[in-house]
């Protein structure tokens, strides 16, 4: 496995495969790798013959009061566990490779970025579409691979692809869990004992509401009972726990069965948890 950290050398390596007609997937990570990382590189070997993966902490994708300055950095045993997983190739570039001085271009998405997390974390798509959108342009990539515990991302960065005419298959991935349900995040090592006793009840109540939705409860009474059981599971405040449109996430267009997404923000001590859940509605 090969370690990169500009873009002239990221071009140079796929462009060999390129030229021998092989395929190529991209993993885009910001590192701290965990078993759900795992799955995506697991994924992506299926799709390719030949796995890229990014480390990249992308500072335009935090606000302010946000945890860039502590967010894990890991990046020995993140290499070991890519070579492990059969990655060949890692772009790990430093910030400036990737937002030279004077850089001054993002990408703007709306639809699928407006609420949800868009709205309690503002910039944040702004700069995971950015991001993308170099990656993809820098690897060129015929399919990257993320995961469905952001699916809210996901949904951007397959709209991006599309609006931006970006010749790349998105696939998102299934969340992979913890034995007791919590999803797996980056952001966990930041729970103290017991908030991480309390963080499946997240997971656990979307699923006590979806099953509701989808026997026929209101959704409205299904959304406030998940939210307000998540606070007696000792969260202190809940952003949001919202039904929308599985393709899209469009609000007001959820129709009564097809796919449907339940999706939730909650805050557990200093830590921000997000998770979701499909459902036929
Ligand atoms: O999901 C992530 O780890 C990041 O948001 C991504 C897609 C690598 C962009 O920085």
Same mark, same amino acid.
């Given at each position: 496995?090969?370690?990169?950290?500009?873009?002239?050398?990221? %071009?140079?390596?796929?462009?060999?495969?390129?030229?021998?007609?092989?395929?190529? =997937?991209?993993?885009?990570?910001?590192?701290?790798?965990?078993? +759900?990382? $795992?799955?995506?590189? *697991?994924? =992506?070997?299926?799709?390719?013959?030949?796995?890229?993966?990014?480390?990249?902490?992308?500072?335009?994708?935090?606000?302010?009061?946000?945890?860039?300055?502590?967010?894990?950095?890991?990046?020995?045993?993140?290499?070991?566990?890519?070579?492990?997983?059969?990655?060949?190739?890692?772009?790990?570039?430093?910030?400036?490779?990737?937002?030279?001085?004077?850089? $001054?271009?993002?990408? @703007?998405?709306?639809?699928?970025?407006?609420?949800?997390?868009?709205?309690?974390?503002?910039?944040?798509?702004?700069?995971?579409?950015?991001?993308?959108?170099?990656?993809? &342009?820098?690897?060129?990539?015929?399919?990257?691979?993320?995961?469905?515990?952001?699916?809210?991302?996901?949904?951007?960065?397959?709209?991006?692809?599309?609006?931006?005419?970006?010749? @790349?298959?998105?696939?998102?991935?299934?969340?992979?869990?913890?034995?007791?349900?919590?999803?797996?995040?980056?952001?966990?090592?930041?729970?103290?004992?017991?908030?991480?006793?309390?963080?499946?009840?997240?997971?656990?109540?979307?699923?006590?509401? =979806? %099953?509701?939705?989808?026997?026929?409860?209101?959704? &409205?009474?299904?959304?406030? *009972?998940?939210?307000?059981?998540?606070?007696? =599971?000792?969260?202190?405040?809940?952003?949001?726990?919202?039904?929308?449109? +599985?393709?899209?996430?469009?609000?007001?267009?959820?129709?009564?069965?097809?796919?449907?997404?339940?999706?939730?923000?909650?805050?557990?001590?200093?830590?921000?948890?997000?998770?979701?859940?499909?459902?036929?509605?």
């Amino acid at each position: 496995m090969k370690t990169v950290r500009t873009v002239a050398a990221l %071009r140079a390596a796929v462009q060999q495969w390129r030229e021998a007609r092989s395929s190529v =997937a991209l993993v885009p990570t910001m590192g701290a790798l965990h078993a +759900a990382h $795992a799955a995506l590189v *697991d994924d =992506a070997r299926t799709r390719a013959d030949h796995v890229v993966a990014s480390i990249f902490v992308n500072p335009r994708q935090f606000g302010d009061d946000e945890d860039l300055a502590e967010y894990p950095r890991t990046e020995e045993a993140d290499l070991r566990q890519l070579r492990e997983g059969g990655v060949e190739l890692v772009f790990a570039p430093p910030v400036d490779e990737m937002y030279p001085d004077g850089a $001054a271009t993002s990408v @703007v998405v709306t639809g699928p970025a407006e609420g949800l997390c868009g709205a309690a974390r503002p910039g944040h798509f702004v700069g995971v579409a950015t991001v993308v959108t170099k990656l993809f &342009l820098q690897c060129l990539p015929d399919v990257a691979v993320f995961g469905e515990k952001d699916y809210q991302q996901l949904k951007v960065i397959e709209r991006m692809a599309r609006d931006l005419d970006i010749p @790349v298959e998105v696939v998102g991935v299934p969340t992979v869990r913890e034995v007791d349900g919590l999803a797996c995040s980056s952001r966990n090592g930041y729970l103290d004992p017991d908030e991480r006793a309390s963080a499946p009840a997240l997971y656990r109540e979307l699923q006590t509401a =979806a %099953r509701r939705i989808t026997d026929g409860s209101d959704v &409205l009474a299904a959304v406030t *009972d998940a939210s307000q059981a998540i606070l007696r =599971a000792g969260f202190q405040e809940v952003e949001y726990v919202e039904l929308r449109r +599985a393709d899209t996430l469009d609000p007001a267009l959820v129709r009564k069965g097809t796919p449907a997404r339940l999706l939730a923000a909650a805050q557990l001590g200093t830590t921000r948890l997000i998770d979701n859940v499909g459902l036929i509605f």
